[in-house]
C-alpha cells in the first residue's frame, strides 16, 4: 500500500509573507518562530513571479507529512 500525504497540523505549519518592503521588521518581531521572506528590490527585473513559485512550492512540500 502507498504512502498518503496531509498537512501537518496548523501549529507545525511554516508560513510565507511575501514583501519587498524593509518595513516588514515588526510584523516578524511580532510572530517568533515564524519564518519570513523579505525578497526584492525587482526594479528592472522579471523573474519576481519565478522566485515566489519556486518558493510557495518548497514550502508546501515542508508542509506536508507521509501517513499511512
Do not use: C
Amino acid at each position: 500500500m502507498g504512502t498518503k500525504l496531509r498537512w501537518k497540523p496548523p501549529a507545525k505549519q511554516v508560513r510565507i509573507i511575501y514583501s519587498d518592503a524593509p518595513g516588514l521588521a515588526d510584523v516578524v518581531k511580532e510572530n517568533p518562530g515564524k519564518v519570513f521572506a523579505i525578497i526584492g528590490p525587482f526594479d528592472g527585473h522579471a523573474d519576481k513571479e519565478d522566485l515566489q513559485l519556486m518558493l510557495y512550492t518548497t514550502l508546501r512540500g515542508f508542509n506536508l507529512e507521509p501517513t499511512r
